[in-house]
């Protein structure tokens, strides 16, 4: 069976499905490697280091295409309505793409997968449980997202993070607030401890408040019945009521005044990103303060943030990086790669051979396509109601 690694020709992109470390570690399931030539140069990965792992290098995209069973890719395929590049022209029918595909924001995409005769499988949807926690693409490029986010923080900031006491006087520590703690947020309060930052947080759930305080930040929470009921069985945070919101908005609000540095990561799957900084809130900011958001690319954070930009508004510069984890392109490939690897071990059989099984939960969650048919419940047609 032939696996096509293909080239990531998304703006922003510029990781990679597999490494020669994944592909050692498939090597065992009895697979063939197709890997596209310069599909790991962004990522500082040589073709002749796929090829050391033994993987085959083929230069023509159509010609890898048309072999694969399997295709292992990063980001959604691009379509011919986006840049005129149909990247999965020519795929075999019944060949399993394995990817981030982004299906809540992209249902026709979905739709496309399933008249094409693609057995798709979006990664994101590996449901978050014990069994599945090698595969979650989420938790592994969020952790680097987090951290990275950090960083562009403090080379914008015109200022130190740790306290420093010098002959000259003493440098007052910078002022951090995350907004989410799940993954992303959590590494960013720890990163941004580490660079001896005072760091506050807050999260619609109270569970986080014992994760951020056991890393030494401060939780900023609205404690009441509705905030103990804001997680989901997934582990994701719920969408809030318009009352809730306002109650954490006046008490966010009053305590970014005081901030140096803001880090936006809350994020709800399939719906557009809660906005937590609005115009007025940056304005209320300190002078050369900066604003991180992560999540910019599903509407924002930040109330003024731009893909791919850096702005200044009202003297706080606000910074919207597209595709923070690519920023990381070579540790982020690593572990999405491993990712993928973990997942390929759970489809392939001992013979060689796929075996996509949808009564197993992580497959029940991940496959959006088989058989020519939308087979994921959430994006399913609705069926015609019975007649009475």
């Known amino acids: 069976m032939k696996v096509a690694i293909l080239k990531e020709r998304r703006a922003f992109e510029a990781r990679v499905a597999a490494t020669p470390d ?31 792992a033994g993987a085959e290098i083929v230069a023509d995209p159509a010609a890898l295409l048309a072999q694969a069973d399997v295709v ?13 590049t149909d990247e999965l022209a020519g795929i075999k029918q019944g060949a399993v793409l394995i990817s981030q ?6 249902r026709e995409q979905v739709a496309d997968f399933a008249a094409r005769g693609i057995v798709a499988v979006a990664m994101e949807l590996v449901p978050r449980i014990t069994r599945a926690q090698a595969m979650d693409v989420l938790s592994s490029q969020a952790n680097l997202a987090g951290y990275k986010a950090v960083i562009d923080a403090a080379e914008q900031f015109g200022r130190a993070f740790p306290m420093m006491m010098t002959a000259a006087g003493t440098i007052a520590p910078a002022k951090v607030m995350v907004m989410g703690a799940g993954v992303a947020g959590l590494q960013a309060i720890a990163t941004a401890r580490r660079l001896g930052a ?26 009441d019945e509705e905030a ?9 945070a719920k969408e809030m009521s318009d009352a809730y919101k306002a109650k954490q908005a006046a008490l966010i609000a009053e305590t970014v005044k005081k901030m140096d ?40 954070n930040c109330e003024g943030s731009e893909t791919g930009k850096v702005v200044v508004k009202h ?18 490939s690593a572990l999405y790669a491993r990712n993928l690897a973990e997942f390929m071990k759970l489809i392939v059989q001992k013979d060689g051979t796929l075996k996509i099984d949808r009564e197993d939960e992580i497959l029940k969650g991940s496959v959006l396509t088989q058989d020519g048919q939308i087979v994921h419940p959430a ?3 609705a069926q015609p109601a019975a007649a009475q």
């Not at 103990?228 to 994701?236: D, I, N, S, V």
């Not at 003297?315 to 982020?332: E, T």
């Open 22 to 52: 994944s592909i050692k570690r498939m090597k065992p399931l009895g697979l063939t490697f197709l890997v596209e030539a310069g599909a790991g140069a962004a990522a500082a990965i040589a073709d002749q280091a796929f090829a050391d």
């Open 72 to 84: 292992l890719k990063v980001a959604r395929p691009l379509t011919a309505a986006e840049n005129g």
């Open 101 to 106: 595909l982004d299906p809540y924001r992209n």
């Open 198 to 223: 005072v760091v506050s947080a807050t999260d619609v759930r109270l569970a986080a408040k014992e994760q951020v305080e056991s890393l030494g930040a401060t939780f900023v929470f609205v404690d």
């Open 228 to 236: 103990r009921q804001a997680e989901t069985a997934g582990g994701y």
């Open 261 to 300: 540095v803001i880090i936006c990561t809350a994020q709800i799957p399939g719906r557009p990103a809660p906005r937590l900084v609005t115009d007025a809130m940056v304005a209320s900011m300190k002078q050369g303060s900066i604003v991180v958001d992560l999540a910019v690319e599903t509407g924002g």
């Open 315 to 332: 003297g706080v510069k606000i910074v919207g990086y597209a595709n923070v984890p690519s920023r990381l392109a070579v540790d982020a």
């Open 379 to 381: 994006f399913a047609p």
